[in-house]
């Protein structure tokens, strides 16, 4: 059973006191947190590199929008 825990860090000094049934709910709270955090979904992108290979300040055909082009890495 854990009953203390005690952080010094210059100035500051912080302890913690609590059951083994409060540490065992933490654990459980963080390992669930933990998985939500590392669970990907349909609205993660993953990183991409975006060239221009043809900016459209070059000559293109008159009279005609041409767009620019792009290679997507």
């Known amino acids: 059973m854990l ?3 005690v952080y010094e860090d210059g100035q500051q000094r ?3 006191e609590f ?3 409060d540490a065992a709910e933490a654990e459980t709270n ?8 590392e669970a ?5 992108y993953e990183r991409v ?9 070059e000559a293109g055909t008159p009279g005609r929008k041409d767009g620019e082009r792009a290679v997507i890495y």
Do not use: N, Q, W
Request: no cysteine; aromatic share 4%.
């Open 3 to 5: 009953s203390l825990a």
């Open 14 to 16: 912080v302890s913690f």
């Open 19 to 21: 059951t083994t049934e």
């Open 30 to 37: 963080l390992l669930g947190h933990r998985a939500e955090l």
């Open 40 to 44: 990907t979904t349909a609205a993660d």
């Open 49 to 57: 590199i975006l060239r221009l290979v043809r900016p459209s300040s």
